[in-house]
């Protein structure tokens, strides 16, 4: 009987090989499929390729530990791997590349979308290599985010805002923070809401 293995909702993908494995069209697609159990045999159907190819695709992919065996069928003289995701999405952290790694220290500066970015990129590197720790430990690591939305009616509006928010950060640091205590990240950002999905 299959066993369906609890996977994660998202995993880091630190090991620029495994970032390279994963950016092919046809291995993502693959990935995705794979939320589910499934063989070559019933992937090559799905995607319409030989199952010797999607065969290879699934070895590579299994090689940089983006799937997992779930279960062998035998049938006959050929025997059926099962296979699934780790994850049901990915995302590539920038120590995979880290030589070419944004880094906030260079040009800091609180106006810059470009500083911004580099500070976005630190956060997943830094939270991705918390979280590959904390699962070879066995723990839970310990994080917080708000994700808001507000409309501001002027620029004017838009910069009162981030004067008083930068006020209050400020406040809330020095009264909480402690000499010889474990040292936490805050980052906070304000930028136009992209176009998406939801958005109009």
């Known amino acids: 009987m299959l066993e369906w293995i609890t996977m994660d909702d998202v995993a880091v993908i630190e090991d620029p090989a495994a970032a390279e494995v994963s950016l092919d069209p046809i291995r993502s697609r693959l990935l995705a499929e794979l939320v ?3 063989s070559a045999t019933m992937l090559a159907a799905k995607i319409g390729l030989p199952r010797q190819k999607v065969n290879y695709h699934l070895r590579t992919l299994e090689a940089h530990g983006l799937l997992r065996l779930v279960e062998e069928r035998r049938k006959g003289n050929v025997t059926e791997r099962m296979l699934q995701a780790t994850a049901a999405s990915y995302v590539i952290s920038p120590a ?3 030589a070419v790694a944004p880094d906030p220290a260079r040009n800091p500066d609180r106006h810059s979308p470009r500083w911004l970015l580099a500070l976005a990129a630190r956060l997943v590197r830094d939270v ?3 979280l590959t720790g ?6 839970r690591v310990a994080t917080y985010a708000l994700d808001t939305e507000i409309r501001f009616s ?3 509006e838009r910069a009162a805002f981030a004067d008083e928010l930068t006020k209050a950060v ?4 020095a009264r909480y923070d402690t000499p ?3 040292s936490h990240r805050v ?3 304000v930028h136009p809401a992209a176009p998406g999905p939801n958005l109009p």
């Open 187 to 189: 980052i906070a950002a």
């Open 36 to 38: 589910t159990p499934g």
């Open 134 to 139: 904390a699962a070879k430990a066995n723990q």
């Open 96 to 98: 995979a590349a880290a």
């Open 154 to 156: 002027s620029a004017a």
């Open 170 to 173: 400020d406040d809330l640091s």
């Open 180 to 182: 010889g205590g474990r």
């Open 128 to 130: 991705g290599a918390l």
